[in-house]
């Protein structure tokens, strides 16, 4: 049985369970005040990420764990010109040509925070295919596996093949005097041969009508003393028009014709492969040959200063963009003739120029014996427009182009070794066949 309950008793505790209550139902008001705030900032964030994701100036692709892609933003959709339920659930390997790491490739190279860098190619629909610089970062964990971020380079293609041409072209306007002297040389010879064959024409002509009409008298039964005196005045015009030795001369003057005529043939056949139009396909062609045909027109700028050692080896043909190439070692081949004239000693230097198969790679050496690049500066002879020379010599693009050529447009390397003094190689190496598929070993060198 229990007590009877005072009821002041009962009152207190009542009041003191109510406050309680008001304390716990403020307290819940806070949170869910906080909660309320907290969702309206999550919201926030989620709506400003959706939003950069959707406007960022680069092609996100996010592929989960079994390959196909899972999202896309808006650039994406822009470059590949599909729209987005075409594209969800494609597999990686679609989306691009020739994308060196394979999907298993990556997951072996495992660790997280893997980035793969590079130019690769993004297939359109209509099927074209466009430049972009790729990152692929992997990802651990549940969610998705692999993050693509893809720029697009065709501007900036446009702009380096605009370069590359424009260069060309200064080069054929500088080097257009020296293959004019080059052309006028072999055809003063071949003015002086054919002026000395119309001059001994001219005088073999009535010679050759008097030996005919000699020949006429006889055949018409002319009288025997007539017959004599014209054979004696043939002999005596013939002699006077030096006859003889016209005949030991014209075949002499008639070949140097030729190989005048040949000379002139070789330099503009020469030049017309230097300007061989830049871009397309690679194309299998001969780097000794393009060697040959930079030495042609560019004798004039190396003759006075530098005799050519060529040490060319058999090499097979390279798939490349040949006209590129022929500018690459036109500006190595300009640099090793500065290099020269800079040195202190005076006299003609050396330039050897030897090609030769180095396992999957063709490579080229130009060894000049000039000046040597100083150790300040041999860290920046391939950026733009660095140059150690007088406006008007240089304009400091040479190796920045020719690294962009054999580097960027052939997967090939451009080194150089140097010493102060004694001269300076560069090397160019253009793989032999197209690199197909970057190895792990090249994934793991771009971190
Ligand atoms: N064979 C070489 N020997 C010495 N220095 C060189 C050689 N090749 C290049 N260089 C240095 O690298 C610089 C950049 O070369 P390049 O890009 O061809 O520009 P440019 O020839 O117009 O100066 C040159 O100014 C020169 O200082
Ligand atoms: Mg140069």
Redesign the pocket.
């Known amino acids: 049985v229990t007590e009877p309950v005072d009821p002041e008793v009962l009152a207190r505790r009542l009041a003191r369970a109510e406050e309680r209550v008001a304390i716990l139902e403020s307290m819940l008001e806070d949170r869910t005040r906080e909660v309320y705030l907290a969702a309206q900032r999550l919201q926030a964030t989620t709506d400003s990420l959706a939003e950069l994701f959707r406007t960022v100036p680069g092609a996100i692709l996010v592929f989960g764990a079994d390959g196909l892609l899972e999202a896309v933003n808006g650039e994406t959709l822009r470059l590949v010109g599909r729209p987005e339920a075409e594209l969800v659930g494609a597999p990686y390997e679609r989306l691009f040509s020739g994308i060196p790491p394979s999907l298993s490739e990556l997951r072996d190279v495992g660790a997280s925070g893997q980035v793969f860098r590079g130019e690769r190619q993004m297939r359109r629909a209509g099927g074209d295919r466009i430049p972009v610089l790729l990152s692929v970062t992997l990802l651990d964990g549940a969610g998705p596996s692999l993050v693509c971020v893809a720029i697009d380079l065709t501007e900036r293609k446009k702009l380096e093949a605009e370069l590359l041409h424009a260069s060309k072209l200064e080069s054929i306007g500088r080097l257009a005097s020296g293959i004019a002297h080059e052309i006028n040389t072999p055809i003063q010879f071949v003015g002086d041969s054919v002026s000395f064959a119309r001059d001994a024409f001219a005088a073999m002509a009535p010679v050759i009508g008097r030996g005919m009409a000699l020949t006429r008298l006889r055949e018409e039964g002319a009288p025997l003393e007539v017959i004599y005196q014209a054979a004696a005045d043939l002999r005596k015009a013939g002699l006077e028009a030096e006859i003889p030795f016209m005949l030991e001369e014209l075949p002499g003057a008639l070949d140097r014709a030729l190989e005048g005529l040949s000379r002139v043939a070789a330099i503009v056949k020469a030049t017309k492969a230097f300007a061989h139009p830049t871009g397309g396909e690679l194309r299998p062609a001969d780097l000794n040959e393009a060697i040959r045909t930079t030495l042609i027109i560019a004798h004039a700028e190396y003759e006075r200063a530098a005799e050519i050692e060529l040490h060319l080896g058999d090499l097979p043909p390279v798939a490349c963009h040949i006209g590129e190439l022929n500018q690459v070692f036109l500006?190595?081949l300009?640099?090793?003739v500065?290099?020269i004239q800079?040195r202190p000693q005076r006299g003609r230097g050396k330039i050897t120029i030897s090609s030769h198969v180095d396992r999957d790679h063709a490579l080229v050496a130009?060894t000049?014996d000039?000046?040597?690049?100083?150790e300040a500066?041999q860290d920046?002879?391939?950026?733009p427009f660095?140059?150690?020379?007088e406006v008007g010599?240089?304009?400091?693009?040479?190796?920045?182009?020719?690294r962009s050529v054999v580097v960027d447009r052939h997967k090939g390397t451009l080194t150089?070794q140097?010493h102060e003094g004694l001269?300076?190689t560069?090397f160019v190496r253009i793989p032999i066949r197209p690199a197909a598929r970057t190895s792990i070993a090249a994934l793991r060198a771009v971190r």
């Open positions: 500006n190595l300009i640099n090793a500065h290099a800079d130009i000049d000039g000046a040597g690049i100083p500066v920046h002879v391939f950026d660095f140059t150690t020379k010599r240089g304009s400091g693009q040479g190796l920045a182009i020719a150089f140097t001269g300076t560069f």
